[in-house]
């Protein structure tokens, strides 16, 4: 149990202090000109900088002593800190807290001690400004409140800190918002499926490629429509009811296949997934739409469900194999009807985009040891996620003729910037797990 009281805001300035870093740092001037003046000032041996950690105190400046550390149980600033006025013991030796204290019994026999605790920008104490006699003594009011002025100037030095790591960790937050909008940029303009962000009305605010080609419109001219202006009318009701219950927060999210109209007249079957983007507040901002041509997929249904009739009176064994086959199809149908269940932010949105593409997705680090792989890099080489995560893309699906130059290749761009195959489409040979070799279109992007 500790001797000393516990803050009910420990684990908050624990926090701070933590992520301050100054503790166990090189003595400053800055404090160091003041431990200097409350020694000079009030006359005390002994002035200190403390910073109250988990199980100790450390001292940030000293004036004294030479220890840099002693423990929380003894500490005076422990304290300290669980007040909200200066601590002031006139003689330790009349104070039941202190008078059985190792620093008080033993070096450097502290009989008077006066603390102001060092607060930070929202009001956590991490740390005192205190002064220290070997003989029992009194504060004017003066004199306390010129601890106090100093104790302040200590403070304001400590928030500065703090606003400095704020600064940076806004910095930090803004460049990775800038990373993942370019990787949702560049994913969103080279998908081989369509994605679009439309509006709580209906309204196309953003469309990419692979969707226009779906529907035969432009961008220009998509955007000027609705998604109802699109939809099949016997398909309408089943999507705005969807979308409905999305608005409501009864779903986070929504699938369903339905037809789109194309510009030339045409009905066109898509496979859609449907969620929502809030804003900080929780307000809808838009409607994220993945979108998927299944038309070939229905096409094929249809051509299979007259086959089967066409097959009722055959023997047996090719009605085993017919079922085998629609059990197989039926399974990759549902294989690609698999989405992410949670959707958070532009992250997860990515992450959803990545994992349903029709085309491979593999990334590789600066050291080319692969940290994504897509559902369709598993299919086209054969390769488990689990199994290639972590490892060098050159033992994967590099050959081995080639793995010199890939190697070469990659060390040349990290130390030049100079490059051959990024930013464009590449026929290059690649290799499955099972061995065998097969040319694929690459995109290399950085």
């Not at 002994?46 to 109250?52: M, N, T, Y």
């Not at 085998?324 to 009807?337: C, F, G, H, V, Y």
């Not at 130059?405 to 910037?417: D, E, M, P, Q």
Request: net charge negative; hydrophobic share 40%.
């Amino acid at each position: 149990m500790a001797t000393y009281p516990i803050p009910p805001d420990e684990e908050d300035r624990l926090n701070l202090l933590h992520a301050l870093n100054i503790l166990d740092t090189p003595s400053e001037e800055a404090f160091d000109r003041m431990t200097r003046l409350v020694a000079l000032i009030l006359d005390v041996p002994i002035a200190l900088v403390s910073l109250v950690d988990t199980d100790r105190q450390w001292f940030k400046s000293r004036i004294g002593i030479d220890e840099n550390e002693t423990p929380r149980e003894v500490a005076f600033c422990a304290h300290a800190i669980a007040q909200t006025t200066p601590l002031i013991v006139t003689d330790t030796k009349q104070d039941s807290r202190f008078m059985s204290n190792a620093l008080v019994t033993g070096n450097p026999n502290i009989r008077f001690y006066a603390g102001v605790p060092l607060r930070s920008i929202g009001g956590l104490a991490i740390g005192t400004l205190c002064a220290i006699d070997s003989k029992p003594r009194q504060l004017s009011p003066d004199e306390i409140s010129i601890l106090v002025d100093l104790a302040a100037l200590v403070s304001k030095e400590m928030q500065m800190r703090e606003v400095l790591l704020s600064h940076a960790r806004s910095e930090q937050a803004i460049q990775a918002m800038e990373d993942i909008e370019a990787r949702f940029r560049t994913i969103f303009e080279r998908a081989g499926i369509g994605i679009a962000m439309v509006a709580p009305d209906g309204g196309w605010l953003r469309v990419n490629d692979a969707l226009c080609q779906i529907v035969g419109y432009s961008q220009d001219e998509l955007l000027k429509l609705t998604f109802q202006d699109i939809t099949h009318p016997d398909d309408l009701d089943t999507d705005l009811s969807l979308l409905q219950q999305l608005i409501n927060n009864d779903i986070d999210h929504y699938q369903l296949e339905k037809r789109y109209i194309t510009k030339s007249g045409r009905s066109v079957w898509i496979q859609l997934i449907v969620t929502k983007k809030l804003s900080n507040n929780g307000e809808l901002e838009y409607f994220i739409s993945i979108i998927k041509n299944v038309q070939e997929q229905k096409e094929a249904e249809a051509s299979l469900a007259e086959l089967r009739k066409d097959l009722d009176s055959r023997v047996e064994t090719r009605t085993r194999d017919l079922k085998l086959a629609n059990e197989m199809l039926s399974a990759s149908i549902a294989q690609q009807l698999r989405f992410e269940q949670e959707l958070r932010r532009r992250e997860a949105e990515l992450q959803m985009v990545l994992q349903n593409a029709n085309d491979a997705y593999v990334c590789i680090d600066h050291h080319g040891v692969i940290r994504d792989w897509n559902q369709q890099a598993e299919h086209t080489f054969g390769w488990s996620r689990e199994e290639v995560i972590g490892r060098p893309l050159d033992e994967t699906i590099i050959p081995a003729s080639m793995r010199e130059a890939h190697r070469a290749g990659l060390a040349c761009y990290l130390a030049t910037g100079k490059h051959h195959v990024l930013n464009q489409h590449n026929e290059l040979t690649a290799v499955r797990r099972d061995g065998i070799r097969a040319g694929s279109h690459f995109v290399n992007e950085i």
